[in-house]
């Protein structure tokens, strides 16, 4: 049973500390959506965009 209960313990560790990195790498996608979305946003309003360039920011507004 000692066992059994060191083996779940060391599995819930991992589990935990997957789940950190996990969100840490979500946050940094995110923020490199949002300042990817953000720059063609600024381009917009000084230029028209090209169509590669539209689809590029739907792309990441849907992501």
């Known amino acids: 049973m ?3 209960q060191n083996k ?3 599995l ?3 589990l935990r500390g997957w789940a950190v990195n996990m969100n840490g790498a979500y946050k ?3 923020q490199e959506l949002t ?3 953000d720059l063609l946003d ?3 309003e000084t230029r028209l965009l090209s169509q590669q360039e ?3 920011k739907q ?3 849907d992501r």
């Open 2 to 4: 000692q066992k059994w």
């Open 8 to 10: 779940i313990r060391s």
């Open 12 to 14: 819930r560790q991992f």
């Open 28 to 30: 940094k996608e995110k």
């Open 35 to 37: 300042r990817k979305a």
């Open 42 to 44: 600024k381009e917009a």
């Open 54 to 56: 539209l689809d590029l």
């Open 59 to 61: 792309c990441i507004k």
